[in-house]
């Protein structure tokens, strides 16, 4: 890029955080140093710079130490917030916990941890030459007119600085909004964490001496009242032998 380029591209992304910046301070708490408070915790959009050819800026969130359980460490916060901040479709390229001390008046300087995160664009991810066309083609097409851009006199030249501005407004919110969430996750996450292991007792073993179990229950036993007769199964007698007839004597006959 040359000089002349590379301010032109510079001031518009820088005009573009800011007008960001100004949007999330307007619907968070604003703070010192054009940072602003949501949830708890203190945001800050870096401005842009050039290195090695990149557009880089940063981004970061004051680790929350007063709303965390005091068994935290800091270093675990860190880690889980960049943890989920790396599973974006656009990673930081530089990711650090940073320790800033701020002057809140004359008299005193609050030290707060936080965590930073690096990110750097290359001009083909903010805009293509396809697009431009496309662009300039729909403008002529409704015979809308291009917003001017001081220091550029070309329609495509015009063009491509409002797809910069349009690519890094995208960013920054995307980013910035994703920190908001890994934050809030991440806080949830420590003090149910924290909670649930103050719910949990110990259960002491009991002293008592195991008794021997007991027999199964069976059907109670009737207990006879008195007087009263007690049923016997009746027992089948075996059948007697069949008593055989006597024979009827004979009678003689009489001699005359």
Not at 60 to 65: L, T, V
Not at 75 to 92: D, G, L, Q, T, W
């Given at each position: 890029?040359?000089?002349?380029?590379?301010?032109?591209?510079?001031?518009t992304?820088?005009?573009?955080?800011?007008?960001?910046?100004?949007?999330?301070?307007?619907?968070?708490?604003?703070?010192?140093?054009?940072?602003?408070?949501?949830?708890?915790?203190?945001?800050?959009?870096?401005?842009?710079?050039?290195?090695?050819?990149?557009?880089t800026?940063?981004?970061?969130?004051?680790?929350?130490?007063?709303?965390?359980?005091?068994?935290?460490?800091?270093?675990?916060?860190?880690?889980?917030?960049?943890?989920?901040?790396?599973?974006?479709a656009?990673?930081?390229?530089?990711?650090?916990?940073?320790?800033?001390?701020?002057?809140?008046?004359?008299?005193?300087?609050?030290?707060?941890?936080?965590?930073?995160?690096?990110?750097?664009?290359?001009?083909?991810?903010?805009?293509t030459?396809?697009?431009v066309?496309?662009?300039?083609?729909?403008?002529?097409?409704?015979?809308?007119?291009?917003?001017?851009?001081?220091?550029?006199a070309?329609?495509?030249?015009?063009?491509?600085?409002?797809?910069?501005?349009e690519?890094?407004?995208k960013?920054?919110?995307?980013?910035?909004?994703?920190?908001?969430?890994?934050?809030?996750?991440?806080?949830?996450?420590?003090?149910?964490?924290?909670?649930?292991?103050?719910?949990?007792?110990?259960?002491?073993?009991?002293?008592?001496?195991?008794?021997?179990?007991?027999?199964?229950?069976?059907?109670?036993?009737?207990?006879?009242?008195?007087?009263a007769?007690?049923k016997?199964?009746?027992?089948?007698?075996?059948?007697k032998?069949?008593?055989?007839?006597?024979?009827?004597?004979?009678?003689?006959?009489r001699?005359?």
């Amino acid at each position: 890029m040359g000089n002349l380029r590379n301010k032109i591209f510079l001031q518009t992304i820088n005009e573009t955080l800011e007008s960001a910046r100004a949007e999330f301070i307007e619907k968070h708490t604003p703070k010192k140093e054009n940072r602003f408070l949501t949830k708890g915790i203190t945001y800050e959009i870096g401005p842009c710079q050039i290195s090695d050819g990149y557009f880089t800026f940063e981004i970061s969130s004051k680790i929350p130490e007063s709303i965390l359980p005091k068994s935290t460490k800091l270093e675990r916060y860190f880690n889980s917030v960049v943890r989920i901040m790396n599973k974006a479709a656009k990673k930081p390229v530089d990711t650090k916990m940073e320790n800033i001390i701020h002057n809140s008046n004359k008299l005193e300087f609050k030290e707060r941890d936080y965590v930073k995160l690096t990110y750097r664009y290359s001009e083909d991810e903010l805009y293509t030459y396809a697009e431009v066309e496309k662009r300039l083609k729909y403008h002529k097409s409704k015979k809308i007119q291009i917003p001017d851009i001081p220091g550029i006199a070309t329609p495509s030249g015009k063009l491509v600085m409002v797809l910069v501005q349009e690519s890094m407004a995208k960013g920054i919110r995307t980013h910035v909004n994703n920190l908001i969430k890994a934050n809030e996750e991440v806080k949830k996450v420590l003090i149910a964490a924290t909670r649930n292991k103050g719910k949990k007792t110990v259960t002491k073993p009991s002293t008592k001496k195991k008794s021997a179990p007991k027999p199964k229950a069976g059907k109670p036993a009737k207990v006879k009242k008195p007087g009263a007769k007690v049923k016997t199964k009746a027992v089948k007698k075996s059948a007697k032998p069949a008593k055989k007839k006597a024979k009827k004597p004979v009678a003689k006959s009489r001699k005359k």
